[in-house]
C-alpha cells in the first residue's frame, strides 16, 4: 500500500524514455498534446520513432505542437512521424470526422491515452452539446472516442503482443480528494453539476473530482470489454506538474505551485508507464497507476461503485456508464 505521503512526492520515476523499445510502425494518439503533459509524451514517443497523432481543438494547435517537437527534438536519431488530429472533446460531434480520418491514413493503433482534461472551469461553462464542460470533457468525450476506436484497437491486439495495445485515462490523486460521494445522479440517472469549482478556485473542487471517479470507471469499463482481446485499460493519476490545467486557479495558487510542482515531464512518465511497462500485468486491468510510476490501489469509495448492490456495493459506475452510453448513441 502506497502512502499518502508518497503518493503526493513520489520517488524517481521507474520507467522513462531511456526505457522504451524501438517504436517504428506501432501508431499513438495523445488528446491534448499540443501542451503540457501530452506534448512531452508526443515528444517521447515521436523520438523513439513512433507514429504520433497530436490530438488537439484546432489546426493551429496541433501545427504548432508537432513545428515546436520538431524544433526541440532536431538532430535526434529514430525520429517517427507526427499527425495531427482535429477534435474537440466538448464537442461530441466532431468525434467521428476525426476517427474516420484516422482510420483511413492507418490501420492499426497501438495506445490510446486519453490525455486532455478541465479543471476550475467558469461557472455555468457547458460543451457544445449542453454538457456540464468538465464532465463532457473528461469522460463523455473520452468515452465516445475510445468506443470508436475500439475496433481498430481490436484488430490491432489480435497481431500484437498480450497486452501491449492499451487504452490509458487520465485522472488525479483520489486518495486525497475525495467528493462526498462517489458520484451524485439525479432521478434520470444523469450525474449531477456540483458545487466547488467555480468559487473555490485554489483547489480542485467537487465537480472536477466525479469526473475523475468516472475516468477510474471508464477505464475499469474497457478493461472488462476489450481484456478479453489482449488489451489492457487503467487509469493514471500523472502527479503534480506545472501545467495548463491550472489556467483557470488564482493567481497566488498558480505561484505557489510553480514554486513546489514538477514539470509536465515528469507526468508523460507516469502515462509513459502506464502505457508499456511491462510490470503492467492482466490482474492491474482495470486498474490504477500512480505518479511518477507506481501500481497502487483505488480507494474503496471508488471500487464500490463497481459493484453491484447485490455485491455490496453501489452499482454507480454501471449506471454512469449507461449515461455515457446515451449521450453518445448518435454521433456513433
Not at 514517443?45 to 488537439?56: F, K, S, W
Not at 500523472?238 to 497566488?252: A, C, F, K, W
Not at 486498474?287 to 455485491?311: C, F, H
Request: glycine letters at 10%; one cysteine or more.
Amino acid at each position: 500500500m502506497v502512502s499518502l505521503f508518497s503518493a503526493i512526492f513520489p520517488p524517481a520515476p521507474s520507467f522513462t524514455e531511456k526505457d522504451l523499445p524501438p517504436l517504428t510502425g506501432k501508431v499513438f494518439i495523445i488528446t491534448g498534446a499540443a501542451s503540457g503533459v501530452g506534448f512531452e509524451l508526443a515528444k517521447m514517443l515521436y523520438v523513439a520513432g513512433g507514429r504520433v497523432y497530436v490530438t488537439a481543438r484546432s489546426v493551429s494547435r496541433c501545427e504548432g505542437a508537432i513545428g515546436k517537437i520538431k524544433a526541440q527534438t532536431n538532430g535526434k536519431k529514430d525520429e517517427g512521424i507526427l499527425k495531427p488530429m482535429i477534435l474537440d472533446l466538448a464537442d461530441l460531434s466532431t468525434m467521428k470526422s476525426a476517427v474516420d480520418e484516422f482510420l483511413r491514413q492507418e490501420t492499426r493503433l497501438d495506445v490510446l491515452v486519453n490525455n486532455a482534461g478541465v479543471m476550475n472551469t467558469p461557472l455555468g461553462s457547458k460543451g457544445k452539446q449542453g454538457h456540464d464542460i468538465e464532465m463532457v470533457t473528461n469522460c463523455v468525450g473520452p468515452y465516445l472516442l475510445t468506443k470508436l476506436l475500439e475496433p481498430i484497437l481490436v484488430q490491432t491486439a489480435a497481431q500484437s503482443p498480450l497486452f501491449s495495445v492499451r487504452v490509458v485515462f487520465v485522472v488525479a490523486l483520489m486518495q486525497l480528494f475525495a467528493p462526498a460521494s462517489a458520484m451524485s445522479f439525479d432521478g434520470g440517472g444523469n450525474p449531477k453539476v456540483l458545487p466547488g469549482d467555480n468559487y473555490m478556485q485554489s483547489k480542485p473542487g467537487d465537480n472536477y473530482m466525479q469526473t475523475k471517479v468516472g475516468g477510474t470507471w471508464l477505464a475499469a469499463e474497457f478493461a472488462n470489454r476489450l481484456g478479453s482481446k489482449g488489451i489492457l485499460s487503467v487509469s493514471v493519476y500523472p502527479g503534480l506538474m506545472r501545467t495548463e490545467l491550472q489556467r483557470n486557479m488564482t493567481v497566488s495558487a498558480r505561484v505557489i505551485m510553480k514554486l513546489l510542482f514538477k514539470s509536465p515531464v515528469y507526468g508523460a512518465y507516469s502515462e509513459l508507464f502506464a502505457a508499456f511497462s511491462p510490470d503492467l500485468k492482466v490482474e492491474n486491468n482495470g486498474g490504477y497507476v500512480l505518479a511518477w510510476g507506481r501500481i497502487a490501489e483505488l480507494p474503496k469509495y471508488i471500487t464500490d461503485g463497481l459493484k453491484s448492490k447485490s455485491e455490496g456495493g453501489s452499482g454507480e459506475a454501471k449506471i454512469f456508464v449507461e449515461y455515457c452510453k446515451r449521450e453518445t448513441i448518435k454521433f456513433q
